[in-house]
């Protein structure tokens, strides 16, 4: 049994530029984390996806409406798990960290959705609950942000997100990397 778990976080319609929290990059983080997917797939290692619900008058991933649903080229497959979350962080009031554990799992792989907020919050829990912990940076999207008057890019957030997280929250590869590994 593999001990290496990909998680697959919030890749669901209303990041897409159709929906009502569009993300930069998202379709070219989705089609790497498509390859991410595919080959854990083909290699035997647990496929998990995180599915953020909101309440149903949050400003996107409101429950009951379609942005909530899956992205279709990453929709999970017959057989792996889906686990719904309410917190940026995806083991936070939810049984990721049981499930993994009761596998033996020691390493995940994380892709999705935003760099600066639920891959930031999950990679750091994944970390402190001592899983090795790898995030595939180009199969991860966010968006532009603002801080004090001044507007930061999302290429911007994205790198210093990655940058941060690099520097003591896990390895941060490339998917070529990590599919070459």
Known sequence: MSKRAIIAIDLQKDYLSSGRHALVGIDQATANAVKVLD???ASGDRVIHIRHEGRADAPFFARDTTGVDFIPAVEPKSGETVITKHYPNSFRETDLKQQLDAEGIQEVVLVGAMSHMCIDATSRAS?????????????????????????????????????????GYGKVLAVSELLSA
């Open 127 to 167: 970390v402190d609950y001592g899983y090795d912990t790898i995030i595939v940076h180009d199969a991860c999207a966010t968006r532009d942000l603002s801080f004090d008057g001044q507007l930061i890019s999302a290429a911007q957030v994205h790198a210093a997100y990655m940058g941060a997280l690099a520097a």
């Open 39 to 41: 080959a854990a797939r």
